[in-house]
C-alpha cells in the first residue's frame, strides 16, 4: 500500500490559506502540517483581496438600506464574523503582554493567557474607532473606500507576513495557547506574496482616483510601520509570535487607512 503523502497543490494551499485566516468554510483534502502552513503562506495577501471583495460587496448592499456610518459599522462587524476576530485577538494579546510584563517570559505568558486584560481592551478600542471614523470619511467615494479596503486588507497581511522572513519566532511553553503559525517564509513564497501586492497596487492606481504619488505614499509608510514593528517586536521579545504577526496586520491596515485619509 502507498503510503506517501504527495504535496499540497497551489489550489489546496490557497484553501488551507483561507481555512487558517478566515471562519469561511473550506474543505482541505489533505493532511495539514507545518510544513504546508509555512507554503501556505504565500496566499495571505490574496486572503486579504477576498476579504476586501467580500467586504466591499457587503458595503454595497448596507449602503442600499442604511446611512454611510451604519454601514461602515456593518462591514467591521463582517469582518470580524469572517476572520473571528483573529488579527484583533493578536494584537489585545501583545498590547497585554508588552504593557503588563518586564520580562520575556512574562510577557509570553501574559499573552497566551486567554483573559482581556486593561491594555489589549484600551488598544482595542482605540484602533476600532480610529479603523471606523477613518472607512467613515473614505465613504465620501465609493471608489475610495472600496480601493482603500482592498489596499487596506491585502497589503497589511504584506507586511505581517514578511516579518516572519526577518525575524526569529520565539515559542511558548507547552501549556501556551494552541496558535498554529507560519515560521518559515522561502524566496518564492515571499516573491509571491510581492507580486501579489504589486497586483493590488497596480488595479488600485488604474481603477481609482488615487494617483501614483498617493500609492508610492502609502508603500512608503508601509515600510516605515514595518520597520517599525520589527525593532518593536525584537526589542520586546527579540522575535515574533503569531499574536505579533496579528498585531503587525492590524497597525498595518490601520497606516494604510490613516494615510489614504490624510492626503483627501
Known amino acids: 500500500m502507498n503510503t506517501h503523502n504527495p504535496s499540497p497543490s497551489q489550489k489546496q494551499l490557497l484553501l488551507l490559506a483561507v481555512s487558517f485566516l478566515t471562519r469561511i468554510p473550506v474543505t482541505l483534502n489533505f493532511e495539514v502540517s507545518t510544513t504546508a502552513l509555512n507554503q501556505a503562506s504565500r496566499y495571505f495577501a490574496l486572503v486579504g483581496v477576498l476579504l476586501a471583495g467580500i467586504l466591499s460587496l457587503g458595503y454595497l448592499v448596507f449602503s442600499y438600506f442604511f446611512p454611510a456610518s451604519i454601514s461602515v459599522a456593518l462591514v467591521m462587524a463582517l469582518g470580524l464574523i469572517l476572520t473571528g476576530a483573529f488579527h484583533e485577538d493578536g494584537l489585545a ?71 516572519i522572513a526577518d525575524m526569529d519566532y520565539v515559542s511558548h511553553d507547552a501549556t501556551s495557547k494552541v496558535k498554529p503559525v507560519a515560521m518559515y517564509l522561502s524566496t518564492e513564497s515571499y516573491q509571491i506574496l510581492l507580486v501579489t501586492g504589486g497586483a493590488v497596487i497596480l488595479f488600485a492606481w488604474l481603477f481609482s482616483v488615487f494617483s501614483i504619488w498617493h500609492i508610492f505614499t502609502v508603500i512608503l509608510v508601509l515600510t516605515i510601520t514595518r520597520f517599525i514593528l520589527i525593532h518593536w517586536f525584537k526589542k520586546q521579545l527579540s522575535g515574533y509570535t503569531g499574536d505579533c504577526l496579528g498585531a503587525a496586520q492590524q497597525i498595518a491596515e490601520l497606516a494604510v487607512y490613516l494615510t489614504l485619509v490624510s492626503m483627501l
Open 93 to 163: 494579546d501583545v498590547w497585554d503582554g508588552f504593557g503588563g510584563g518586564w520580562k520575556v517570559e512574562d510577557k509570553l505568558t501574559i499573552m497566551k493567557d486567554s483573559r482581556l486584560g486593561t491594555y489589549g481592551a484600551a488598544a482595542l478600542i482605540i484602533v476600532l474607532l480610529i479603523k471606523f471614523q477613518s472607512l467613515v470619511v473614505l465613504s465620501e467615494s465609493l471608489n475610495l473606500l472600496l480601493i482603500a479596503l482592498l489596499l487596506g486588507q491585502s497589503l497589511s497581511r504584506i507586511v505581517a507576513t514578511s516579518l
